[in-house]
């Protein structure tokens, strides 16, 4: 199929930015859409042109790293689905089709898609973790976890940490992230010992690194490939609330 | 790329090595807070004034009743007007509260995207007008209540200057030749039915945090208790001007 592509372009992270259009032929409907940038990007480099950059990994929806918004929408228009995970069968021949790198203060642009995310990882740094004694691991039953939490806290791990989030939320917030790791650890016996200087450390590393607040609209978790709900983002106001109190 | 973990800016600490108060207050879920509790506190408001406002249904005489009760409640134990000045005060309070945090969160909000999207796409969340409407329903409502001030309290605006006779301004503000108050007053109970219809759960959402059941409980109440409130404020004035009080 043939596609018209407008990307954005910028050449660096101070650069001034632009939608450029590019016509790709010959995509295969089984081809994912990394895959058809690939495609793009070698036909530049036989150009002699600069090719567009772009976060990938893993390739199979697991890692994170692709982040592309596509017509708007974070990963694009399918549900549950990362960029890398989508595939070129959602188009038809002659399409027109954006874009854009996630927009958010706290993810600048590196290059052209690609977005700087450390912010994520100094949220993470700001308590989104246990201290543990180190040593051989535990027996499997040492801590017994009620089926439940188990499977809460499993389902709220499944974040990825792509920014998804942050990039569909109209005030870009980092909320359903950072609630995703709070509820995760507060569902665990071994989240405990931390879990009020967690939360507290993690909203204010939050807040400082320029993601806007929730408004609760769920556009959030309608991007999330994992399908992660507004639930734990209320587990992080309740525990938020009561961390507060108590640190008051 | 940058690798420093280590988090920008700590909270400030107080003597005893606490964090300060305001600076969670001041986070983005201390200020959702604020505005959580000085809505609902509204909230409990509206429904009194939407019940209070059927008197004018049982005649002139029980309306007025009605109002000069809230002047008088509790004399002579109490002075006269302590309830609507205990309400007056906490009204204003409760505005102030949310507006404050509402423009805090607004402008942090607009400064978290300084590069807007090309593409726009359509809305897919579980609150899809919310986005739309809170803020310009906001300024609606906000308009919409100085008129209303204006129109029903201090009588700026009414031909009925009597302050005893509540069911009099009522029946001259909603005049049919006065059609555009009309007009503007239902629109303003649109723009109020759109922001209760976010605002209840999202409040209790921001209290409480329900788990996926419970909150989608609260969002079936939150419709339920905006389609209420616009329904009986609305019968008020499109009962006058059809004629069916005078």
Same mark, same amino acid.
Request: hydrophobic share 45%.
């Given at each position: ?94 399409d027109v089709i954006d874009v854009e790198p996630w927009r958010a ?18 949220i993470i740094a700001a308590g989104g973790y246990i201290s543990a ?19 809460? !806290?499993?389902?709220?791990?499944? /974040?990825?940490?792509? =920014?998804? @989030?942050? *990039? +569909? #939320? $109209?005030?870009?917030? &980092? ?32 807040? !400082?690194?320029?993601?806007?607040? /929730?408004?609760?609209? =769920?556009? @959030?978790? *309608? +991007? #999330? $490939?994992?399908?992660? &709900? ?19 | ?188 109970l649109v723009a109020l039915g759109f922001h209760l219809r976010h ?48």
């Amino acid at each position: 199929m043939k596609l018209k592509l407008r990307i954005w372009r910028q050449s660096g992270a101070e650069a001034k930015g632009r939608m450029v259009e590019y016509i790709v032929d010959g995509i295969s409907e089984d081809a994912s859409f990394l895959e058809m940038l690939d495609v793009l990007n070698e036909q530049l480099i036989a150009e002699g042109a600069d090719p567009v950059a772009f976060d990938h990994d893993c390739r199979e929806g697991i890692c994170g790293a692709c982040s592309l918004v596509i017509d708007g929408q974070a990963h694009g228009p399918q549900a549950a689905t990362t960029t890398c995970q989508l595939h070129m069968r959602k188009y038809r021949d002659g399409d027109v089709i954006d874009v854009e790198p996630w927009r958010a203060g706290a993810f600048p642009v590196i290059k052209d898609l690609v977005v700087d995310r450390t912010a994520f990882d100094r949220i993470i740094a700001a308590g989104g973790y246990i201290s543990a004694p180190t040593g051989t691991a535990p027996d499997a039953h040492a801590t017994p976890v009620a089926k439940q939490d188990a499977d809460a !806290a499993f389902a709220a791990a499944a /974040c990825i940490g792509c =920014g998804a @989030c942050v *990039a +569909a #939320c $109209p005030n870009g917030s &980092g909320m359903l992230f950072m609630a995703a790791k709070v509820a995760h650890l507060a569902r665990m016996p071994q989240g405990q010992p931390e879990r009020h200087t967690r939360v507290l450390g993690m909203v204010a590393e939050h807040d !400082a690194s320029g993601f806007g607040g /929730c408004t609760n609209t =769920g556009e @959030c978790s *309608a +991007a #999330c $490939p994992k399908e992660i &709900g507004l639930d734990v983002i209320g587990q992080l106001n309740r525990d938020f609330r009561k961390a507060a109190a108590k640190a008051a | 790329m940058s690798t420093d973990l280590k988090p920008r800016k700590a909270a400030p600490a107080k003597a005893g090595g606490r964090p300060a108060r305001s600076p969670r207050l001041r986070s983005s879920i201390g200020l959702k807070l604020v505005m959580a509790v000085s809505g609902l506190l509204m909230v409990g408001f509206i429904i009194a004034h939407m019940a209070g406002n059927l008197h004018v249904f049982e005649g002139r005489e029980s309306m007025n009743d009605y109002a000069h009760g809230l002047r008088t409640f509790g004399e002579p134990l109490i002075p006269h007007e302590s309830l609507l000045w205990v309400m007056r005060l906490g009204l204003i309070a409760a505005v102030g509260a949310h507006i404050w945090s509402s423009v805090v969160l607004t402008r942090r909000a607009l400064a978290a995207r300084p590069v807007r999207y090309a593409s726009k796409k359509p809305a897919k969340g579980e609150s899809r007008h919310a986005a739309a409407t809170m803020r310009w329903g906001a300024a609606v409502i906000v308009l919409f209540v100085t008129w209303h001030l204006l129109d029903l309290t201090f009588r700026t605006v009414n031909p009925v200057k009597e302050v005893p006779d509540a069911y009099g301004a009522v029946v001259a503000a909603f005049a049919p030749e006065r059609w555009p108050v009309t007009v503007f007053y239902l629109l303003a109970l649109v723009a109020l039915g759109f922001h209760l219809r976010h605002g209840i759960w999202s409040a209790v959402q921001t209290i409480a945090g329900p788990d996926t059941r419970w909150r989608a409980r609260w969002q079936a109440a939150a419709l339920g208790v905006s389609v209420i409130v616009v329904a009986g404020f609305a019968v008020v004035p499109l009962a006058v001007s059809f004629g069916l009080v005078n």
